[in-house]
């Protein structure tokens, strides 16, 4: 298994990708922590991981509390360490107007929430990895299309890359690798039925959307030590729709 006693904490965790991360990194042998606003929701999740063998713990946080942030990130350390940090909490963006239509309040409310949120999770969990030698920090990011009217998310994706690659710079010493994973809107099930974006795939290459387990297996491998010389930099699930 690729994440044999490692400790993970999954931000975000009763979202779609936020599942499907926490599901993965159990199945490979992590120990998974599942935080999120809905204790209910992120209860389902662990049931199921531990339903599958895994073993799954749930702590309700809001993102923008440091003060709770750090509390938890001390109290997950203080059992066995921290060794990977998935982040996957959204951005509460507000979509469907023109810059030109929409109120600067409106436009701020994601890059505000994911600027807030990504750098109190990060820096609570890098402290802890940091006197460990080592550790991964992985964020969801978006994608980069130039698509209209999606208001501040892209000003808050660009910021999020800003941030890991600072955050990468500064925490490489310690032995920590930071990246972040863009994908093209909405992943689309396996089946390609019924699921939010399957049908849309105008600009892919490959005529498909990645699905939410693709997410999760190229999360797997970025926290694995197969990734270990992997940090500054963005893995690209996009399927051709960002070229670089």
Known sequence: MLLADKTAIVYGGAG??????ARAYAREGAEVHLAGRTEASLAKVAERIRRDGGT??????????????????????????????FN????????????????????MR?????????????TAVARHMAAR??????????????IPQLGGSH???????????????????????????????SPGSDDHSGAPGASDTAGLLPARRPSYDDVANIAVFAASDWARTMTATELNLTAGAVID
Not at 133 to 146: C, D, K, Q
């Open 88 to 107: 996957a909490t959204s951005n509460d963006d507000v979509q469907g107007a023109a810059l030109t239509e929409m109120p600067f309040a409106d436009f």
């Open 56 to 85: 799954a713990h749930v702590a309700r946080l809001d993102v923008l509390d440091a003060a709770a942030v750090r509390q938890h990130a001390d109290a997950v350390a203080a059992r066995r360490g921290i060794d990977i940090c």
């Open 155 to 185: 000003v808050a994706w660009a910021a999020l890359a800003g941030l890991c690659r600072q955050l990468a710079a500064e925490l490489g010493p310690d032995g920590i690798r930071v990246a972040w994973l863009l994908s093209p809107g």
């Open 16 to 21: 779609a990708i936020g599942s499907a991360v």
């Open 133 to 146: 030698g080592g550790g991964v920090i992985l964020v969801m990011a978006g994608g980069r299309e130039a």
């Open 110 to 122: 994601p890059v505000t929430k994911a600027v807030t949120a990504h750098f109190t999770v990060a």
